[in-house]
């Protein structure tokens, strides 16, 4: 279902379900992150639920220092997402503290990375994402003079890895008409002319608020 005006990207508390045929095909991001085949593929054919909890709090320690411009001390958005699969597939988190530090993660699934997000404010939002982030792809369907965008950086850490996977979120008007929540995903490996690159647009249906609103504010990452 169609996400209500009372859900923007400082209120995406409740449930939110991957809609598969309003999304792109993930498989050739999760391939260039290193997910095996068999992985790939039960992903693919199950159902993704987010569990989003949303919460003001002292920020978590970093686990680099701090980067300029980025919040010290006052209270800042955490986000907390318990991310559910079908298929036998086990879940993931994200637990990402929103004040552009950059703080280190470990699962199952990504690996070793580390990882910084924060808000874009204001009318100008999308015009300041564009200038920060020339990946066009970042950028595409979120309007001008829209709504608030949060930016996610990650870096996978580990030897074979070597990925970066920046996100956009935010709300948009889907293919059918509705509003939805999206995600802009760009995953790149290697650098130069041999640099590989593939993009992903997720969309999510509204499934309702959560059946228990506790946040667990432990564990946060980035």
Same mark, same amino acid.
């Given at each position: /279902?169609?996400?209500?005006a009372?859900?923007?990207?400082?209120?995406?508390?409740?449930?939110?379900? /991957?809609?598969?045929?309003?999304?792109?095909? %993930?498989?050739?991001?999760?391939?260039?992150?290193?997910?095996?085949?068999?992985?790939?593929?039960?992903?693919s054919?199950?159902?993704?639920?987010?569990?989003? +909890?949303?919460?003001?709090?002292?920020?978590?320690?970093?686990?680099?220092?701090?980067?300029?411009?980025?919040?010290?001390?006052?209270?800042?958005?955490?986000?907390?997402? =318990?991310?559910? /699969?079908?298929?036998?597939?086990?879940?993931?988190?994200?637990?990402?503290?929103?004040?552009?530090?950059?703080?280190?993660?470990?699962?199952?699934? &990504?690996?070793?990375?580390?990882?910084?997000?924060? &808000?874009? @404010?204001?009318p #100008?939002?999308?015009?300041?994402?564009?200038? =920060? &982030?020339?990946?066009? %792809?970042?950028?595409? #369907?979120?309007?001008?003079?829209?709504?608030?965008?949060?930016?996610?950086?990650? @870096?996978?850490?580990? @030897?074979?890895?070597?990925?970066?996977?920046?996100?956009?979120?935010? %709300?948009?008007?889907?293919?059918?008409?509705?509003?939805?929540?999206?995600?802009?995903?760009?995953?790149?490996?290697?650098?130069?002319? +041999?640099?590989?690159?593939?993009?992903?647009?997720?969309?999510?249906? &509204?499934?309702?608020?959560?059946? =228990?609103?506790?946040?667990? =504010?432990?564990?946060l990452?980035?």
């Amino acid at each position: /279902m169609a996400a209500p005006a009372s859900k923007t990207i400082h209120n995406l508390n409740g449930k939110w379900q /991957m809609n598969k045929s309003l999304s792109g095909d %993930f498989g050739a991001v999760l391939s260039l992150q290193g997910i095996g085949f068999l992985v790939r593929k039960a992903i693919s054919a199950g159902t993704i639920t987010l569990h989003v +909890s949303q919460i003001q709090a002292p920020p978590s320690e970093p686990s680099e220092d701090p980067i300029e411009g980025s919040a010290k001390t006052e209270n800042v958005t955490h986000i907390n997402i =318990d991310q559910t /699969m079908t298929g036998g597939i086990k879940g993931t988190t994200e637990r990402r503290c929103v004040d552009n530090r950059r703080r280190e993660h470990s699962d199952w699934l &990504f690996g070793h990375v580390v990882g910084r997000t924060l &808000f874009y @404010k204001g009318p #100008g939002a999308a015009v300041a994402l564009a200038k =920060d &982030f020339p990946d066009a %792809f970042l950028a595409e #369907g979120w309007p001008e003079d829209g709504e608030d965008l949060l930016v996610s950086y990650v @870096k996978n850490l580990d @030897k074979a890895g070597g990925w970066e996977a920046t996100q956009v979120w935010g %709300f948009q008007t889907a293919k059918d008409g509705t509003r939805r929540y999206v995600r802009n995903i760009v995953v790149t490996k290697g650098e130069g002319s +041999s640099q590989q690159r593939v993009t992903v647009q997720l969309i999510y249906d &509204f499934l309702g608020e959560l059946d =228990d609103a506790k946040a667990d =504010d432990g564990d946060l990452t980035y």
